[in-house]
């Protein structure tokens, strides 16, 4: 009993010395060359040490140092003039962005903005390999009216590292491991971020004539009310990979943002720019567990099926309705063109 407290004494001032050792460091290399290589989880565990740790960690040069480090596209000057405007700067952005974004609830609160941004960076192998930055004026009859759809590529030309051998059967498991794309949303008014890829692909598929690959990333959203063909929808972000034959190389030949419902329907901009802005401000930001954004997406797909189950019944039910309609009126006029007769 008496030998526990000098331990916990001893234990406090261990804890204390190292805090006090570690501010001695000069605070630009404290900043630039530890805390800014640190996780999240871990800065924050560091900010707990001392209040002049807590004091840095929260200051805005360290979370610009993070956020450009995971997302490269934020270096755009628009995207940066953005993140300025947000309540706590980059930490603000940071907080909206990372790690994932779970929307089960829509609450449609109909709120206006003029302009989307999206911030995407494709890294490959963990290096960055692509980044870019794409505004999308909603505002126009054009947005609204037509189907919600953005390409990242034009004239770009973009090359995945090394030689690829498809007839390994480990081929598509480790592009999918290896390739990893994030579209961060912002919207400028709202001063509100998500990022609206899953971490990991939740689809892998090679096309069994031309060879060429698709890789896709989901998000699934709460759109709408139940039963309606977007109560749930999914975000769907798609790379595809055509695969050079004579030299083993993979070309990533277009990446773009949809909306789909359950009835396979591409949302227009007017609806998806709803469900967007209330993912954005609604949705909640937390750390999944591995393999839950497969699980949300496979579930998601179960209710698809069910939906069309459900309709294909209706239908069925509609059409035999209807053959028994036709029936009863041409025995109804048969009756009828027989009494006349007999008369």
Not at 11 to 37: F, P, Q, R, W, Y
Not at 52 to 80: F, M, T, Y
Not at 95 to 118: A, I, M, Q, W
Not at 266 to 279: E, H, K, M, P, T
Request: proline share 3%; glycine share 6%.
């Amino acid at each position: 009993m008496s030998s526990s407290a000098p331990t916990a004494t001893t234990s406090a001032a261990t804890v204390e010395g190292n805090a006090a050792a570690l501010t001695e460091i000069h605070h630009d290399i404290l900043e630039t060359h530890i805390l800014a290589k640190l996780d999240p989880q871990s800065l924050f565990t560091t900010s707990c040490v001392s209040s002049k740790l807590h004091d840095i960690c929260r200051g805005e040069n360290l979370w610009k140092q993070i956020c450009k480090s995971i997302w490269p596209s934020i270096n755009n000057p628009r995207v940066a003039d953005i993140i300025s405007s947000f309540p706590s700067g980059y930490r603000s952005f940071f907080t909206d962005s990372f790690p994932t974004l779970h929307h089960n609830f829509f609450t449609d609160g109909h709120r206006k903005t003029t302009e989307l941004v999206s911030a995407v960076d494709i890294h490959y192998q963990n290096k960055p390999l692509f980044a870019k930055v794409v505004t999308s004026n909603t505002d126009s009859d054009a947005f609204l009216d037509a189907p919600f759809w953005i390409d990242l590529l034009s004239n770009e030309t973009l090359k995945l590292p090394g030689k690829f051998d498809t007839e390994d059967e480990t081929f598509l498991s480790r592009l999918g491991r290896d390739l990893n794309v994030s579209w961060i949303v912002i919207d400028p008014s709202g001063r509100m971020a998500a990022n609206m890829s899953s971490s990991r692909p939740v689809l892998v598929r090679q096309h069994w004539v031309t060879g060429d690959i698709k890789v896709r990333y989901v998000k699934v959203l709460a759109g709408g009310r139940k039963g309606k063909p977007n109560e749930f929808v999914q975000c769907k972000i798609e790379v595809e990979c055509v695969r050079r034959v004579g030299n083993g190389e993979l070309h990533v030949g277009q990446v773009s943002l949809k909306i789909e419902d359950m009835d396979k329907s591409y949302l227009s901009g007017r609806d998806s720019l709803v469900i967007l802005q209330d993912a954005l401000e609604s949705g909640e930001r937390k750390r999944g567990r591995d393999g839950e954004e497969k699980e949300i997406y496979d579930k998601y797909l179960g209710k698809r099926k069910e939906r069309r189950e459900k309709l294909q019944k209706i239908e069925r039910r509609l059409e035999m309705v209807d053959r028994a309609t036709r029936i009863s009126i041409s025995m109804a006029m048969l009756f009828l063109l027989f009494g006349s007769l007999v008369s």
